[in-house]
Structures are given as structure tokens and as C-alpha cells.
């Protein structure tokens, strides 16, 4: 890894921290001020609905910022 690569995955990996984190935080937040004393019902559903997401966003959208895939050509390995 060239220090060029790794700079670029810093940044890239900051701004995603801003735009994902910063919102699930806001969210998280919002949910223990406004659930009252059954906040953790709320959170847990919260967290549920946010993993079904992330499952299916990260290995499409977050993961190929990062890394460069390619379909296996060897059929023996492939099988």
C-alpha cells in the first residue's frame, strides 16, 4: 500500500464516518429523549433496522470504495 492509497482510504473512510455515523448518533439520541422509559425497546428496534441496512449497503456500496473486485476465473477454485 502506497502512502497516496493510504491517505486516500483515511479520507474516504472519515467522510464516511460523518455521513453514517453522525446520523445513527443523532438517531440514537433522539430515540433515548423521546422513548421515555422504554427507550431500549425503541433503540433495540432502532439497532435491528439499522444492521438490515448496513447487511446490504456495506459489501455493495461502502466496500468497493475500497477494494477492487473482479469474478473468479479459475473454474476448479471457483467449484
Do not use: A, Q
Amino acid at each position: 500500500m502506497s502512502l497516496s492509497t493510504f491517505r486516500s482510504d483515511k479520507i474516504k473512510s472519515w467522510i464516511l464516518t460523518v455521513l453514517f455515523g453522525g446520523p445513527i448518533f443523532y438517531g440514537i439520541m433522539k430515540i433515548i429523549v423521546w422513548g421515555g422509559p422504554y427507550f431500549y425497546l425503541y433503540l433495540g428496534l432502532f439497532f435491528i433496522l439499522m444492521m438490515i441496512l448496513m447487511v446490504n449497503l456495506i459489501p455493495n456500496v461502502i466496500m468497493p470504495l475500497f477494494n477492487k473486485y473482479t469474478d473468479l476465473t479459475d473454474l476448479e477454485l471457483k467449484s
